[in-house]
């Protein structure tokens, strides 16, 4: 996504779903100061305003992101990223490439969606992700050992956007079909890009 998209989806969260969470609380917090509220339902209107603070602050953070997300990160920056984006599974992160080569950030964007599906739709406890250089090619491989097929199915988005990201980079995305749930991602290399 270039930079000029990004500012237009972040601009457009923030005059749309942050407006309109922020006006939903208002309306949550009237009603909770409203004499006539029953006691019974107050503590639910607690609730619902401390959902509403969560998601706020998930909408703010990713209007931060795309607005100060730079486009290239390097190798050692996805390893600590993925690291410490979740404990709910085991990430091995194999590459022979230099700690400080660059690669788009849209990486990372993309390494997180695939751990987040292994571990909430295929039970996966493990993946390894396995980044090299060829010629001017990043091939990233990603593969986990949870159950199920890997596929686009109607209605779920998540692949979808990796293709989407990918076309942006030039690059493509192989889903293996033999069973094994492994995924190849292939883009040309930062500076074949320039």
């Known amino acids: 996504m270039q930079e000029s ?6 601009r457009s969260l923030h005059d749309g779903i942050a407006q309109d969470l922020v006006g939903l609380s208002y309306r949550l917090q009237a009603l909770l100061a409203h004499e006539g509220t029953p006691l019974t339902m107050r503590a639910e209107l607690r609730e619902s305003l401390f959902s509403i603070d969560q998601l706020s602050k998930k909408v703010r953070d990713e209007i931060f992101a795309l607005r100060h997300t730079p486009t290239l990160i390097s190798v ?5 990223e993925l690291a410490d984006s979740t404990d709910a599974i085991r990430i091995d992160f194999l590459t ?9 950030s849209q990486l990372l964007q993309i390494c997180q969606e695939l751990v987040r599906n292994a571990s909430a739709h295929a039970g996966a406890n493990r993946i390894e992700i396995t980044l090299t250089l060829v010629k001017d090619q990043f091939n990233c491989i990603v593969h986990d050992d949870g159950s199920g097929e890997i596929s686009l199915r109607p209605g779920h988005y998540g692949l979808v956007g990796i293709q989407e990201q990918l076309s942006h980079l030039r690059g493509e995305i192989y889903i293996d079909r033999e069973g094994s749930r492994r995924i190849t991602l292939t883009f040309p290399s930062t500076q074949s890009l320039s």
Do not use: M, Y
């Open 96 to 104: 022979r490439l230099d700690g400080q080569t660059l690669i788009p």
């Open 5 to 10: 998209e990004r500012v237009k989806l972040a």
């Open 76 to 80: 050692a920056q996805l390893h600590a």
